[in-house]
Structures are given as structure tokens and as C-alpha cells.
């Protein structure tokens, strides 16, 4: 199915079985404005890794030029049921941090102001009774009210990232402040005592995926909901360490002593950010030395000394953050009922997050809530995949 746009120039379409490995999402990608998680590889591993294992359908909606057919516009959705609501979404999966629209910058400022836009997006995407999408920054923000059709949301947290400066050692005493900077010195030098201790990228495909596993074991038990304890989601990351130690799109890291792992910290390489995702350390046995804090230093370091300009933290209001120099980012949610049904869903779901307030606050056993929506719960839950 094919739907001509407001501006005639453009032709929309749905296709669910769209190839982020190919040649033309790769050319689109190197010509847009989007982020590293609309890196082909990250997109192509979520499409086939991670999708079928939650019960979505991937439901790619691409636009091409009319008459010449080249793709400029890809928008990666998923579609899945959750007690009979129909929910689509930006492909997230709870592991992507920025959703963005896949747009030719040539032909941007053409497409949001599509005044079909929205309709046309809805109509592809079939039946629908909520749209999400999770993470938008800024940049992003006009594309993606032009294909809602509804204006953003403020989320509850923010992004942290930090311009890199040189040389690294003068920088990062003014960017860290000099209390922040002597303290790291002090636990770094304390730490490089031992005997041979080693800070070193992981140069092969094999050993980035095995990492992950590792990286997985030394952070169990320790966050509530992880998402990398989920086999699914920890083969995801493998996957695409391996794959992406041998583009260059991914960085994997690991901090030791002897034969004993202190520290792996995985993250993506993208237009010269390094955007930091996962940390693994072995607190029962290096907790003195905080080995985390040192991994983002020895990173920075390397990163800059590698040509890279910024340290993106990417989502979460972590305190200790602020102490890397790091600057917050708003980030924006979309979540729109489309029917009734998404109505009230939408509305239990609310009353569900109003009566564990209340709850939390007033420690005494709360009032039966009232069921609006089945699906609320479900809902509630789905937000952290």
C-alpha cells in the first residue's frame, strides 16, 4: 500500500520485513540527522534479535522520492498486542536511548511540514489504539510532532553528556573541578599499585561478545529490572559488540588485574560521540578503588586520544554524573491514544501510578483501584521493554 503525501514529491509505504543491513538504509543513514541508535546495525540486531522474541512485529514506514523512488524517510516502529490494545512504538525494546525518524537532512524541512503526515503514519500502521515513543532530544522534536500528530511530552529524566577537551589532563581538572579530579587521582594511583593492572579496548569480534556475557555476570544482583539479565536482551548486546567491533560502531572496554576482570563498559561509536550504555565492575573485590568512576576516566582519555569529541552518559539522572563536567539534555515522551480503548488504558494506567504514590507516601494499604482497562497493567509494565 502506497500513499502519496500532501506534497507530491513524496510516496509512503509499509514494509515489514525492511533490511537495515542493506546498502540503501546505510546511504539514508549517513545523510540523516539521527542518533547512534538508528545505526543500521543497532536497528537490523533489534529487527531480528529482539522483536520476535517480545511479540512484536516490526513494521518499518519508509517515504521515497516519487518518480525516482529514492528512500529519504524511515520511521522504525514496532507493533505488538497487550490485552487487546494495539501498541506501536518507536523500536525501543527498553534498550535504545534516543528515537529518532530516519530523514535525508535534503528533504527535512519538506516532510515536517507535511500536513498528511500524521494521518498517513496511522493509516500504515493499521489498527492502533496508543503510539509511544520514549526518548526524543530536542533536535528531533518538530520531526516527530509532525508524525504524531500531538504535541511532546516532558520526560522525568535527562540526558548527560560532556565536550571533551585538550590536552585531557588540564581539561579535565576544569571540567571535573579540581576536588573531583584529585580524588580520582588519588584512587588511580592507589589502584595502578597493583600488580599488573591493565586498561585496554577489546580489539576483537569474538572477545567483545563474550564480554558482554562477563559484563552481565558482574552486574547481577545489582539494579532492579536490569534489562542485560534477560538472555534475550544479553544476546542482543553480544551481537552487536561483535558485529560492531568490526565497523568500528561499537567499543567495548576492560579494566584489570592479573588474570581478574575489575571492570568491562560497553557503549557505541557515532559522529564523533562515544555514547556510553553498560558497566559491569567487581565491587566485592575492587570496591576501594571505585573502578567505575576510574573506567569513565581512563575512557575519556582514550577516546579523545582516539579522535573522538564527546562523552555522551545518554538517559538517567545519575548524581555522580554532574562530576564528569557532563551538561543535561531535556528528553521528550509521546504517548497518544488513538481510540477509545487507548483512552482507557491511558486512564487506569495513570490511576495505577496515582494509588502507588499514594502508597509509598502514606505506608497504609491503598483503596482496590478501579479497573478502567485491562490492559493497564500490562501497559505499566511494558515500559521497561
Not at 298 to 324: H, R
Request: charged fraction near 20%.
Amino acid at each position: 500500500m502506497v500513499f502519496p503525501s500532501a506534497d507530491s514529491r513524496f510516496d509512503y509505504s509499509v514494509d515489514c520485513a525492511f533490511d537495515f543491513f542493506g546498502a540503501e538504509y546505510a546511504a539514508l543513514f549517513s545523510s540523516a540527522n539521527a542518533t547512534a541508535f538508528q545505526h543500521p546495525q543497532w536497528l537490523g540486531a533489534l529487527a531480528r534479535d529482539v522483536a520476535p522474541g517480545r511479540g512484536a512485529k516490526n513494521l518499518t514506514i519508509t517515504g521515497r522520492l516519487s518518480g525516482t523512488g529514492e528512500l529519504v524517510f524511515v520511521l522504525p516502529l514496532t507493533r505488538r498486542m497487550i490485552r487487546g490494545v494495539a501498541m506501536v512504538e518507536c523500536a525501543d525494546f527498553g534498550v535504545t536511548d534516543y528515537s529518532a525518524p530516519v530523514v535525508h537532512t535534503r528533504y527535512r524541512k519538506h516532510l515536517v511540514t507535511d500536513s498528511r503526515l500524521a494521518r498517513t503514519i496511522l493509516a500504515l500502521a493499521g489498527h492502533c489504539d496508543i503510539f509511544r515513543v520514549k526518548a526524543i532530544r530536542d533536535e528531533h522534536g518538530s520531526m516527530w510532532a509532525a508524525i504524531a500528530g500531538t504535541d511532546l511530552q516532558p520526560a522525568d529524566f535527562s540526558a548527560h553528556s560532556v565536550a571533551l577537551g585538550s590536552p585531557y589532563a588540564q581539561w579535565r581538572t576544569q571540567a571535573f573541578g579540581k576536588s573531583h579530579a584529585r580524588y580520582l587521582d588519588r584512587k588511580r594511583k592507589r589502584f595502578e599499585k597493583l600488580e599488573g593492572v591493565r586498561f585496554e579496548v577489546i580489539g576483537d569480534s569474538q572477545s567483545a561478545h563474550d564480554a558482554i556475557f562477563e559484563l552481565a555476570s558482574l552486574r547481577a544482583g545489582r539494579f532492579d529490572n536490569d534489562p542485560i539479565q534477560d538472555p534475550l536482551i544479553c544476546r542482543f548486546y553480544a551481537n552487536v559488540a561483535r558485529d560492531g567491533e568490526k565497523s568500528g560502531y561499537t567499543r567495548t572496554y576492560r579494566l584489570s588485574e592479573n588474570d581478574n576482570t575489575v571492570g568491562i563498559v560497553f557503549g557505541t561509536v557515532h559522529d564523533g560521540t562515544y555514547n556510553y550504555l553498560l558497566i559491569g565492575c567487581d565491587y566485592d573485590g575492587f570496591s576501594r578503588h571505585s573502578p567505575g568512576l576510574l573506567m569513565y576516566d581512563y575512557i575519556m582519555a582514550d577516546w579523545l586520544a582516539a579522535g573522538g569529541s564527546v562523552f555522551d552518559f545518554t538517559i538517567g539522572d545519575e548524581p555522580f554524573k554532574a562530576k564528569f563536567g557532563t551538561t543535561p539534555t531535556a528528553i521528550a515522551t509521546i504517548t497518544r491514544a488513538t481510540s477509545m480503548q487507548g483512552r482507557l488504558a491511558l486512564t487506569a494506567k495513570g490511576i495505577g501510578r496515582r494509588l502507588r504514590t499514594m502508597r509509598a507516601t502514606i505506608k497504609t494499604p491503598p483503596p482496590l483501584a478501579p479497573v478502567a482497562a485491562s490492559a493497564a497493567p500490562e501497559i505499566e509494565r511494558s515500559q521497561n521493554d
